[in-house]
């Protein structure tokens, strides 16, 4: 990394930053949200599938503009989490924050058509053998779907990752603190002679985001071989 300048660095650092905990904290409700769209039947399940693939459809700025009103300093949620010594708007944890919300939708769906790919006779089977509903899940549900877990997670990294619209709109770009890597490359691009800064960026999200989907390959492969037995 020694042919990046030190503010390049800093953003790259960020956006790994930003995109682990982005995909790490949205991963539990994800696969809660998942498992229940796939599997229940409740009234108004169409609303919350509805609000959960909302960010794909909404503009990226209006996401990150809401994300303002309900979490900025004026905010209730905002007021709420200053009370407790949390801050988000304008600050790292913020783009985090977005980047979830924009990236949770990819990672549900990825994990809704896992779950439901499951045959429910071999949860019945375990079942009816005297396994408890949580050790079926554990034991049979949860092996099975794991291709669809990683897949998710992967997907919402690399969402994450390349998160802009929001990001921007909800914590700015504020080098050192929420610059991630669309935010800096965007920033050169608006400078004389940043195009060589940019290009750099761009060849480093690009690398990031390929050598991402390899390991997802690689992974799934793996956990079906050991599902299948082979």
Known sequence: MEWLSADE?????????????ATLLSLPPGLWIAFVL?????????LVNGLVLLP????????????LLGFGPQGPLGRL?????????????????????MAFPLMVRAMRL?????????????GTLGASRL??????????????????????????MGEFGATITFVSNIPGQT???????????????????????VMVSVAIAMAALLLSEVLSRRIARRIGGK
Do not use: M
């Open 9 to 21: 660095w800093q953003a790259v650092a960020l956006s790994l930053r930003v995109a682990f905990w």
């Open 38 to 46: 796939a599997r229940r039947e409740f009234p108004g399940k169409q």
């Open 56 to 67: 794909l459809i909404l503009p990226p700025v209006v996401t990150g503009y809401l994300l």
């Open 81 to 101: 989490l200053d009370v407790f010594g949390i801050t988000v708007a304008f600050h790292w944890t913020g783009a985090a924050l977005a980047a979830a919300i």
């Open 114 to 126: 896992s779950i439901e790919a499951v045959d429910r006779k071999l949860e019945d089977a375990a």
């Open 135 to 160: 050790w079926v899940f554990v034991t049979i549900t949860l092996p099975l779907i794991l291709p669809g877990i990683l897949a998710g997670a992967i997907l919402a990294f690399a969402k994450a």
């Open 179 to 201: 610059q991630t890597i669309p935010s800096a490359i965007y920033a050169f691009l608006q400078v004389p002679g940043g195009e060589n800064a940019a290009l750099r960026l």
